[in-house]
């Protein structure tokens, strides 16, 4: 079975720390992405990456990082977290022409 | 650009009617079209796509879709909803031509009342 994992389902950080989700696929799929979900604004695209060591901004970059040293793993770094990065993130993987296969989401609050 | 509009944020539907959840999109040239389901705390779940070929796509627990190019619709039917069916459904877009990223809709929130 296909799976999307994502090394965190809740975590608590304060204003100010570096905060590491990790996102693991085991598909050997080329495409990974990093979506945050708020209530009312749906999913909204933070960074992609086609190839190891390749990424590109997507909608709202600001505030994060990426970092894909290895095709099966994808890492979102938010380097100083703002209470207005509380969000629900969620990690998607896909060949080319396919379909996203999701984690199951990291709950992220800042404090 | 590409865009996706879901223009009810909730829909109710009794146990065992039909249930329409509506969405438009727009892309420059030949959509993809994808349907995801979400159950709370859970991550996205895929439910069904249209690449080519018949209009009518079936996929999961019994949804199908129906991809009308001309009104650029493709609205998530079902023919008798389930109280297990009641979840968050988004419908997602990206043009055939590239390998840009799907672009999603806010999402519809779905109850299926027993």
């Known amino acids: 079975d296909v799976k999307v994992t994502q090394s965190s389902r809740y975590l608590v950080k304060r204003t100010g720390e570096k905060v590491f989700l990790e996102c693991v696929q085991d598909?050997?799929?080329?495409?990974m992405f990093w979506y945050r979900q708020d209530p009312g604004l749906g999913l909204r695209l933070i960074y992609f990456?086609?190839?190891?060591?390749?990424?590109e901004k997507g909608d709202i970059p600001e505030g994060y990082s990426v970092s894909r040293e290895k095709k099966e793993r994808f890492s979102l770094i938010l380097e100083s977290a703002s209470t207005n990065q509380t969000s629900m993130y969620l990690c998607?993987?896909?060949?080319?022409?396919?379909?996203?296969?999701f984690g199951e989401g990291s709950r992220l609050t800042v404090l | 650009a590409q865009s996706v509009a879901q223009p009810e944020d909730q829909v109710n539907v009794a146990e065992g009617n039909p249930l329409t959840v509506k969405c438009t999109y727009s892309?420059?040239?030949?959509?993809?079209l994808f349907w995801y389901v979400q159950y709370p705390n859970r991550g996205l779940q895929f439910l069904l796509k249209?690449?080519?070929?018949?209009?009518l796509v079936k996929g999961s627990y019994g949804f199908e879709a129906e991809f009308n190019k001309s009104q650029t619709s493709f609205h998530l039917k079902k023919p008798s909803a389930l109280v297990s069916d009641s979840a968050l459904y988004f419908c997602?877009?990206?043009?055939?031509?590239?390998?840009?990223?799907?672009?999603f809709g806010k999402g519809t929130r779905l109850s299926v009342i027993a």
């Open positions: 998607a993987s896909s060949m080319n022409t396919g379909e996203l296969f």
């Open positions: 598909m050997d799929h080329e495409n």
């Open positions: 990456s086609y190839d190891v060591k390749m990424k």
């Open positions: 892309v420059s040239g030949n959509p993809y």
């Open positions: 249209y690449i080519t070929g018949d209009n």
């Open positions: 997602a877009v990206r043009d055939i031509l590239g390998n840009t990223p799907l672009v």
